[in-house]
C-alpha cells in the first residue's frame, strides 16, 4: 500500500509538473469518487484509485504496459526524423511519464508492440538472454520453396554476425507468404534473413510474443491496450 499527495499522484501519472498539478487540482478540475477536491496536498492511497481531470476517468498505475497494434509508417523512437513516432497514437501523459517501445519495429512494419515505463520489463523483454520467442509473418518477393524454408531453418549468414542465424520455427502460409519464429531479435533480422536466402521481404507483421498472440488481443491498426498480469504472465518462456 502506498500514500501519496494528490498533486504527485498527478504528477506520477504524466499530467505536468507538480505545479501545473497542484494548480488543476486547485481549479476544481480534479474529481475522486464522483466529488471534486481542491487541495492538491491531500494524501491518498493510490492501490486501486480512480480519479477523473477534465472529467476523463483514469487509474493510478504504478507502471504501465501497453500492447499496441502498430501500423506501417511509424517509428518505434521517442524522437521520430521522417514518420510520426508510436508515442503520437497514445494518450500524451504516456509520454511525460516516460514510456517508450519494448525493442523496435521498422517503420514499415506493422503488428505486437510493446510499450512500457518499467525498465525492468522492458529489459526483461529486450534482452536476447531470456529467449522470448517472437512470431512473424512475411509476405516475399518470389515465391517460397522447400528450400528457402530449410534454408531458414538451418541458418545463413549475415553481414556483421560472426555465426549463421536461423528461425525457430518456419513454415509456408501461402505462395509468397511465410511464418517466422525467432528468438535473437537482430537488426533487420526477417529481412535480411530472406535477403541472404536469395529472395525479399515486402511486408512484414509480427503477430506474436511469447504467448501473447494480437488477434487475441481484437486490436485494430492503431489502436492500443493495456496488459494485465495474467496478460504479462504470457509473455515471459515457459509459462
Known amino acids: 500500500m502506498s500514500k501519496m499527495t494528490l498533486e504527485r499522484i498527478l504528477q506520477s501519472q504524466g499530467f505536468g509538473t507538480r505545479k501545473w498539478c497542484a ?25 486501486g484509485l480512480e480519479f477523473s481531470v477534465y472529467e476523463e476517468p483514469w487509474r493510478y498505475r504504478a507502471h504501465v ?24 497514437l497514445l494518450p500524451e501523459q504516456f509520454a511525460l511519464r516516460d514510456v517508450q517501445p519494448v525493442g523496435r519495429l521498422d517503420h514499415d512494419t506493422t503488428g505486437l508492440l510493446l510499450m512500457s515505463d518499467d525498465g525492468a520489463f522492458i529489459h526483461q523483454q529486450s534482452s536476447p538472454k531470456h529467449h522470448v520467442p517472437k512470431v512473424y509473418v512475411a509476405t516475399t518477393h518470389e515465391p ?77 491498426e492503431g489502436e492500443w491496450c493495456y496488459l494485465d498480469e495474467a496478460a504479462r504472465a504470457l509473455l515471459r518462456p515457459g509459462v
Open 23 to 47: 494548480g488543476r487540482v486547485a481549479a476544481g478540475e480534479v474529481r475522486i469518487d464522483g466529488q471534486i477536491v481542491t487541495d492538491p496536498r491531500r494524501v491518498f492511497e493510490t492501490d
Open 65 to 88: 504496459y501497453i500492447a499496441l497494434h502498430k501500423p506501417a509508417d511509424y517509428e518505434c523512437s521517442r524522437k521520430p526524423s521522417h514518420h510520426p513516432g508510436v508515442l503520437s
Open 144 to 220: 517460397v520453396t522447400p528450400q528457402l524454408v530449410a534454408q531458414l531453418l538451418q541458418g545463413v549468414k549475415l553481414q556483421d554476425e560472426p555465426a549463421p542465424l536461423s528461425a525457430v520455427l518456419c513454415e509456408q502460409l501461402g505462395a509468397h507468404q511465410l511464418k517466422i519464429v525467432l528468438e535473437q531479435g537482430k537488426y533487420h533480422q526477417v529481412k535480411r534473413m530472406l535477403a541472404a536466402a536469395g529472395n525479399h521481404c515486402t511486408a512484414l507483421c509480427r503477430t506474436q510474443i511469447g504467448e501473447l498472440k494480437l488477434d487475441e488481443l481484437a486490436l485494430a
